[in-house]
């Protein structure tokens, strides 16, 4: 799914968490949006699933304008998101957390469509266990299915590699590189930038708001700006 940011900004107080910020990024593979602390990620992100709306400014999907569209048209729209801090339904079953999604946007919600979407995760033989009582990164890989579930085009992902062990880290960043692979466009948001290098297509560093540089892999990392201000560099 295409996405056209332009001169987006979102104030809280006198904080511009995102200030007047613009990109362009062609659908598909992954592109990861980077950046220390309180840069704007989760803002921007938030913004492209149309949580919280811009003060000022424009985000088009697919040529769609959803600046003003409400989260469940953006939804319809075929965007997804998973969020930093774990949100799955505890009480529910594994399968269950996949069907919710699957039978609000009205999809096919029965077993097979819901074991489908967990073994894309690897997660099918839990599928009848409460989610609440799998361990932390399963309970990732949950929230993951369930962000699939609704068939997404565009995938937001929020920190999801956060808590993980390196090994699940390297399994799940690959798996966000086949789902690329499968045509889903996938915004991955991470702190963990060397998987995040691994397997973008794009990135954008972002810092106070704004982008710091944009480019390829490579090109990032030999920014000047990059590395001075991002990893900490002298000239
Ligand atoms: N709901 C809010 N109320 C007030 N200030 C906020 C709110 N959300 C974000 N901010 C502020 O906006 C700025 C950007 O925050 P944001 O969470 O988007 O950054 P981030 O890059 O995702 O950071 P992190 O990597 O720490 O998650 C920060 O200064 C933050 O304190």
Partial sequence: MDIEVTRATMRFGGVRAVDDLSFRYAAGGVLGLIGPNGAGKTTLLNALSDVSRLDSGRIRLRGNDITRLGPEKVARLGVARTFQNLQVFGSLSVLDNVLVPRWALGKGADRAAGLAVLDRVGIAEHADRLAGTLAYGLQRRVELARALAAEPELLLLDEPLAGLSRVEGNRAAELFADLADDGITVVLVEHDVSSV?????????????????????????????????????ED
């Fill in 197 to 233: 290098l691994a397997v973008s297509r794009h990135v954008v560093v972002l810092d106070r708001g704004t982008v710091l540089a944009s480019g390829t892999p490579d090109e990032v990392v030999a920014d000047h700006a990059v590395r001075r201000a991002y990893l900490g560099e």
